[in-house]
């Protein structure tokens, strides 16, 4: 079975980093779509980053600039590089796949994604 798992959340203040793992098993990895979503209380669920099998990469805008999105097949691992990190990043963040094809127009596209992590907090503040 498809099982997702993030690690890396935490505490920082503004300005500071953190890096995000999603570490994946029971699927073929390389033939998968991957991203990251993040989620705040009473708001819906925003795309952040994604890199397709293929090793396309997409941003939403809030965080091009400041946020890095990478994979390790021989792992199978997904990582979130966050720096200059800013109050409204605030959310738990989760990692997401399905299986090829991997169309650009549902990189962030919630619904398209049938497999999820349990997600992990991130908190900035002051």
């Known amino acids: 079975q498809i099982q997702l798992a993030e690690t890396g959340g935490g505490s920082v203040q503004p300005g500071g980093s953190l890096r995000l793992s999603c570490e994946a098993s029971?699927?073929?990895?390389?033939?998968?779509?991957l991203a990251w979503f993040r989620q705040v209380p009473g708001k819906e669920r925003e795309g952040v980053a994604s890199i397709f099998k293929d090793g396309t990469i997409g941003y939403a805008d809030s965080v091009k600039g400041r946020f890095t999105v990478s994979k390790d097949n021989a792992k199978k691992t997904l990582y979130l590089k966050m720096d200059d990190l800013k109050p409204e990043d605030t959310a738990v963040y989760y990692c997401a796949t399905r299986s090829a094809p991997c169309f650009d127009f549902q990189r962030f596209d919630g619904r398209s994604y049938p497999y999820w992590g349990q997600g992990t907090q991130v908190t900035v503040s002051s």
């Open positions: 029971g699927f073929a990895y390389v033939n998968f779509c």
